[in-house]
Structure formats: structure tokens, C-alpha cells
């Protein structure tokens, strides 16, 4: 009763997250398809044939989410289970190629772009349209936190709220890398939002206040993508750490660490665009042109941004790392390394190949047990062929085998106990009632 409590909690957990990205998803496509009929001229003054194209992704995006949200909303009827429609929708919009041989412009940063010719002269359907685009961001979140965090091998295809893998070196590696993360996108903010250069003495304005109108769109958006990145960390860090009763997955981090470094984005100004570029690369080439001019010289923030941008790269080498560990790795206690040196004193004859003699804590009772007219016995070496009989079938004690009851065993094992330290096959001595190893010559 309580696990099917605990899979109903997950499956509605799962269903409230997919329901409020869908909404934001469908909001927010509508708001921008509005606002770009409104403000940017698709049709009107000519045909913007990039626009139209835009306008296309965006009107197909919300009907993904609107009936992605109808299906989570309704308990009866259709019913969604599924975010990765909607995610590969908004990717497409964030990621995919409107232009390659000319510079690199996915759909979302060729709109930015031109906002920023338009931000002089915004009107009402401006805003509308970068509304909508913020929107769409946040939805994005949503769907791909849905999707990694998801366990698609659950019956009821509810969130993993599990740990995974609970080994220690992988919850450090994933706390080092949430560390790494958070620092990373702290300093590239600062870098975007902060002077990071100046000319002879005097400083230069921000990457995010370059634009003409005193605001680059396409360094807001990445601010928005890096603060995503920031949460996640955060969010993985905690739930590490047992603060919070999340999943511990490094996977979402991860995946929004690879996007920041491999998917194409925000471009400085003043920098070319390659046929494919990300914003990680695009910023060292922004930094990397800075260097090299002598009259230009990077401030103390600018070296934060560069730091800053080793440090993702390094989170991103330590996140693969964690990834394949945590589905390959296992721990298990080592035993000692002793086998080797006992075997081979045993084949110089320093150990006897014989019954072994009485455990150094049994010799009292061994003592007395076997006291008679002719005296004690001698303890010097291994006892005779005749005495201690060794069993073929020895009992089981407790101390290897709990049984569920309190009585004494009566009959033989099911199967002989093997040495905690070498792995082998130990053999029980009837007349001190211990189990012995003879490979490590030595009761176990």
C-alpha cells in the first residue's frame, strides 16, 4: 500500500510539472506568433521569408503544448504522458539552423537580433514578443528537467525521485561538479552584465548594454539559459548533499552544461560567427581578440568571465565522468592482501598442509576437554591424522549463515562458507568447532 502511495505521489508530481510547461509552452508561442504580426512586419512592407519561417515554428509549437496540456489536464478522456513532443519543439526553436552559410542564427537568436534593431523605436507588440520568447525559455526548463529526471523504465512513468547510484565517489563528483557549475555561471554573469575590458584608462560598457539601443537581447537570453544552468546545479547540490528530497541525478546538469559549450547561441558583438558556434566558444574568441590588442586591456571582471568559462569546461569533463561511473561503477569491501605471501610460505613448508592446531582462544577449553591419565596433550603441532576429524559435511555456525530460528542445526549446510579474505573454500574442524582456511592457514 505504501509503495503504491509513494508511485501515485511521483505520477502526480510528474503530471504538475508537465502541466505548468506545457502552459508556459503554450502562452508563450502565442504571445510571440501576436507580437510578431504586431510589431515585426512579417507580411506587411514586403515578405520577411526568415519571419514566416519563425512564425511557422512557433504556431506548430503551440499546438504541440496546447494539446500536450489538454492531455495532462483532463483525468478522463485523452491523457499525455509524454514530454519529449514538446521539448524537441521549443529545442527546435532554441537550436535548430534558420541560416548556416552566412553565420549560424538558430530561429530564436535571429529574432533577438533583429529585436535589437527595433528595441529604439518598441511598441506594445515588442515586448509581447520577448515575453513570449521568456516564456518559451522557461518551458524549455520544464521539459528538459521532465525528461532527464524522468524513470521511463517505472510502470507508472512518474518522476525518479531515486538516488541511483549511492556510491561515495559519485555523490562527490557530483556535488564537485554542482560547485563547479554554480560558480561558473555566477562568473559568466558577472562577465556579461559587469565591464570586462577597457580602452587605454577608460572602461568599456557590458556585453549585456552593447547593443544600440543600450541592450543586447541575445546577451539577456543567455543570462536567462545560464540562470537555468544556476538552479539546476543548485537543485543537484542539494539533493546531494540531502537538503532537498529531489533527484540526485547528474544528468540535467549535465545536459545544460553541454548545451552552453557545444549548441550554437549568443555571439559577442564584433565577433564572426562560424558555421557552428556556441557562446562558450564565441566568448573566447570575443576575449581572445581583446588580448591581442594593445591598446585593450581585459579588467579583473573579464578575468572572472575566462575563469569562468574554464571552470564549465571542467564541469563538463567531470559530469561524463560522473555519468558512465555512476551506471558502471560499484564498491564492494577489498580483502586483505595477504593471500599471496601465505601462499607462498605454504610451498616452502613454513605452513602445514595438515589439520591445523587449536585457535589460539579455544586452548583452555581444548585443555581441558582432552586432559586424561597420560597428561594434556601437546599443543607444539598440527594434531595427528586420527585427531581432530575433519568433516566433509560440517554444521553451519550462526556466524556465517543467520537462520531464522533460534534452534541448534542439525543437519549440514546447503553450501560451505568461503574466507572472507582470500575468497576460498573453508573447511570445519569438528574437534574446536571453528571453521579453518587453508589457504590463508588461519581460523576464520
Not at 570586462?196 to 539559459?225: M, R, W
Not at 573566447?284 to 578575468?303: E, K, R
Amino acid at each position: 500500500m505504501e509503495e503504491k502511495e509513494l508511485l501515485a505521489s511521483e505520477n502526480k508530481n510528474y503530471r504538475i510539472l508537465l502541466l505548468v510547461g506545457a502552459l508556459f509552452g503554450l502562452l508563450g508561442s502565442i504571445a510571440l506568433a501576436v507580437g510578431m504580426f504586431i510589431s515585426f512586419g512579417v507580411v506587411s512592407g514586403g515578405v520577411d521569408v526568415f519571419g514566416i519561417v519563425i512564425v511557422t515554428i512557433v504556431l506548430g509549437i503551440a499546438i504541440v503544448h496546447l494539446l500536450t496540456f489538454i492531455g495532462t489536464l483532463s483525468p478522463r478522456g485523452l491523457m499525455v504522458n509524454d514530454e519529449r513532443p514538446a521539448l524537441f519543439s521549443l529545442a527546435l526553436f532554441i537550436f535548430a539552423p534558420i541560416t548556416i552559410i552566412s553565420g549560424y542564427a538558430t530561429p530564436l537568436y535571429y529574432l533577438l537580433e533583429q529585436g535589437n534593431l527595433l528595441l529604439v523605436s518598441a511598441d506594445y507588440g515588442f515586448y509581447i514578443t520577448f515575453i513570449g520568447a521568456a516564456f518559451m525559455l522557461i518551458a524549455f526548463f520544464f521539459m528538459a528537467w521532465i525528461f532527464a529526471w524522468k524513470n521511463r523504465l517505472s510502470t507508472t512513468g512518474g518522476l525518479n525521485l531515486g538516488g541511483g547510484n549511492e556510491i561515495v565517489l559519485v555523490r562527490i563528483l557530483r556535488i564537485l561538479m554542482a560547485i563547479l557549475s554554480i560558480f561558473a555561471a555566477i562568473g559568466t554573469i558577472l562577465g556579461l552584465c559587469l565591464s570586462i575590458y577597457q580602452s587605454g584608462s577608460t572602461p568599456v560598457a557590458a556585453l549585456l548594454y552593447s547593443a544600440p539601443a543600450g541592450l543586447d537581447l541575445k546577451a539577456l537570453a543567455f543570462i536567462i539559459l545560464l540562470g537555468g544552468t544556476f538552479f539546476t546545479s543548485l537543485f543537484v547540490l542539494l539533493s546531494n548533499l540531502n537538503v532537498l528530497k529531489t533527484t540526485r541525478s547528474e544528468l540535467p546538469l549535465l545536459a545544460f552544461v553541454g548545451l552552453l559549450i557545444f549548441m550554437p547561441g549568443y555571439t559577442p558583438p564584433g565577433v564572426i560567427i562560424d558555421v557552428w558556434s556556441s557562446p562558450i566558444y564565441e566568448l573566447l574568441n570575443f576575449l581572445n581578440l581583446i588580448n591581442s590588442t594593445s591598446t585593450q586591456t581585459l579588467t579583473a571582471i573579464g578575468w572572472i568571465l575566462f575563469t569562468s568559462i574554464l571552470i564549465f569546461i571542467l564541469a563538463l569533463i567531470i559530469g561524463v565522468l560522473t555519468f558512465y561511473f555512476a551506471r558502471s561503477a560499484t564498491s564492494s569491501p577489498r580483502a586483505p592482501k595477504t593471500t599471496g605471501a601465505l601462499e607462498a610460505k605454504k610451498k616452502k613448508g613454513k605452513f602445514p598442509t595438515g589439520p591445523p592446531s587449536a585457535p589460539v582462544g579455544d586452548l583452555s577449553s581444548t585443555l581441558s576437554a582432552s586432559a586424561g591419565p597420560s597428561g594434556p596433550p601437546s599443543m607444539s603441532g598440527p594434531p595427528s591424522s586420527s585427531q581432530p576429524v575433519v568433516s566433509s559435511e560440517p554444521p553451519t555456525p550462526p556466524t556465517f549463515i543467520p537462520t531464522t530460528s533460534t534452534a541448534s542445526v542439525s543437519g549440514p549446510p546447503s553450501e560451505t562458507p568461503t574466507c572472507p579474505f582470500c575468497g576460498k573454500t573453508l573447511r570445519f574442524i569438528e574437534e574446536y568447532q571453528r571453521w579453518y582456511c587453508d589457504s590463508c592457514a588461519q581460523y576464520v
